[in-house]
């Protein structure tokens, strides 16, 4: 486009200057033409410098969402952690619930059961004494005032 007006009649007449002219011309195109590569460098520069901004702010933006999604997922995983520590203490406060529990129960049959073997042993004892009677009628009278039966009386007494 330029070269065009350059060589357009207008601007060197009829076309027959003189080589002066055409120097001048040449001279002043090769400033044009320096003029509009400078300008062209400078807008390159300046698109460059633009793009290295508008990449590094695209690098910072993901970089800041990488952050926050690691602080996400890191709370997150504490929470989780939290969560099932709570579970796994609230198992282990019922577990030990359930074996004191077990345990009480285990000491109160054992102690029914030395219980049971004293009556026992001391019924045998007394039923080879001269006070057997007397102490039988008292459990009898005993049971009858519960309202409860003799138990594993009743059967020796039917023997």
Request: proline letters at 0%.
């Given at each position: 486009m330029l070269r065009g007006a350059?060589?357009?009649?207008?601007?060197?007449g009829t076309g027959t200057g003189s080589g002066g002219?055409?120097?001048?011309?040449y001279a002043v195109a090769s400033q044009v033409v320096g003029g509009v590569l400078g300008v062209i460098s400078i807008t390159a520069v300046a698109?460059?410098?633009?793009?290295?901004d508008k990449a590094a702010t695209e690098i910072k933006r993901v970089e800041g969402e990488r952050v926050?999604?690691?602080?996400?997922?890191?709370?997150?995983?504490?929470?989780?952690?939290?969560?099932?520590?709570?579970m796994a203490a609230t198992e282990v406060k019922l577990a030990a619930t359930e074996i004191k529990r077990v345990e009480g129960?285990?000491?109160?049959?054992?102690?029914?059961?030395?219980?049971?073997?004293?009556?026992?042993?001391y019924d045998l004892q007394l039923r080879y004494s001269q006070d057997f009677k007397s102490y039988q009628d008292a459990?009898?009278?005993?049971?009858?005032?519960?309202?409860?039966?003799?138990g594993p009386?009743?059967?020796e007494e039917t023997h």
């Open positions: 350059f060589l357009s009649t207008t601007h060197t002219e055409s120097a001048k011309q698109v460059h410098h633009y793009e290295q926050m999604e690691v602080k996400r997922v890191e709370g997150e995983r504490v929470t989780e952690i939290k969560r099932v520590e709570d129960e285990r000491r109160l049959s054992e102690e029914r059961l030395r219980a049971e073997v004293d009556r026992y042993k459990k009898e009278q005993a049971n009858k005032e519960r309202g409860g039966t003799g009386q009743k059967e």
